[in-house]
């Protein structure tokens, strides 16, 4: 720990049985930022049988995920994802994910991803390419979901599914996101085992996506003519099984198209809000548009990656992480206990007025060299992807939709948004409190 005053920490005050919990259901998101504002960066929580300590600085940022990752894990409040994932990257721990990790890495690393972005831009291009009618209300909640999931089907699978199997197969992703979603937002959790319409479903749709899988894995496998250059086929260069495969594949879809989604939705209303940023991305893509390569006009499309940047920090889609104690420690004068959770927020960080300047304000210029917020904000106030040796292996991929969707977006269009007064609803991942829709116009310039 850098931090040389050791802290003490606060008990939120409850007198209920169920501890802080139908507070933190009622108030939702604003239940955290509210604890932050009136208890200050170290608090206990109680939420029915289980203890939490609610911890946010830099300092605790770095102790948790960086110096003793060993100690605190994705314990059993992760069980849910596991139903989906199985032991994939996002769900395993310790020497299992150690593995994975090391194997991983050279295909998500900046060099790795090169032969995947020819997907990413053909995604792009047939939804820049559709046609939009100036007079009809858009929900763009709902079709960033399907775009940045066509765009996860397409760089897994290149052109190995039908239309039809890509089809059945948004359907399947969508009936189990929706079922693990609703999962970790409960305190009772129905065993799977129960014949109910939900558990029949997922299990459905999750052996549908696993058959899939399958089919498509034996074909790489047995003939070497179907080879493709996809991210599938990188799992497979590597050695990994059939079974191992899947997790990564099921983990990589879920996990990377919904926040990327909720991002890109929250930059749609981010922008729709402030049309003078609009045509700052439309000036940038007229000036690198004749670009040697797309990955230089990535690398200088400085604009586009503020706005990105910045809606991360306001909308973070990993709104709250936690993790499971595995042994007594202390940190900073504060002892935690062994077998109780501690969590920690990106989105109460990005939103504190002692690290950031104008804190609830959308202002990108922050994320520019040479402003003054660029120059000072800790790396561990800023944590829209995690940090340490668990920070999110797509983060480079999501960037590079995220930026290029952008510019070649508003290189075309103009948006007009519907309903501005749209709040914050944090399950999972950080949702709007209703769909975001907006007129969608084409420009005459």
Known sequence: MTQSTPVSIRHARTYRLLGHFQS?????????????????????????????YFLNSPEFVKAIFVDHPEVFIKGDQYNPLRLAMGNGLLTSEGEEWSKQRKLLN????????????PS??????????????????YDLTEMMFDFTLNVAIAAFFGDSLS????????????????????????????????????????IKSREQILELVKKIYLERVQSKNL??????????DAKLSLSEVFDQTISFIFAGHETTAL????????????????????SEFKELKNEISPINMFNKANWSQAIVNETMRLYPAGWIISRDIKEDIELN?????????????????????RYWKRPEEFFPERFIEGINDFENVSKYVYIPFSVGRRNCIGARFATLE????????FSKFKLEIVDKNIGLKGFVTLKPSHHIKAKIIKRDY
């Open 227 to 236: 080879a493709g250059k996809d991210l599938l086929q990188q799992l497979i």
């Open 163 to 202: 239309k039809m199997e890509k089809e059945k197969l948004s359907i399947d992703c969508n009936v189990v996101m929706k079922f693990i979603s609703r999962r970790m937002s409960r305190a009772f959790k129905m065993p799977l085992w129960v014949p109910n319409k939900e558990n029949t479903e997922f």
């Open 24 to 52: 933190m259901k009622k108030e939702g998101v604003n239940f955290y930022l509210n604890l932050y504002k009136n208890y200050g960066e170290a608090v206990f929580l109680r939420f029915a049988h289980r203890n939490f």
């Open 333 to 353: 004068g504060i002892f935690l206990k062994r077998g109780r959770i501690v969590a920690v927020s990106p989105l109460v960080l990005h939103r504190s007025s």
């Open 120 to 137: 990413i831009l053909k995604e792009i291009d047939l939804f820049v390419g559709s046609e939009f009618d100036p007079n009809k209300v």
């Open 263 to 282: 991002t890109l939705g929250w930059l749609f209303f981010s922008l729709g809000s402030h049309e003078n940023y609009q045509d700052k991305v439309y």
């Open 106 to 117: 050279p295909i998500f690393a900046k060099e790795g991803l090169d032969f995947v972005l």
């Open 402 to 409: 995220m930026v290029f969707f952008t510019l070649e977006f």
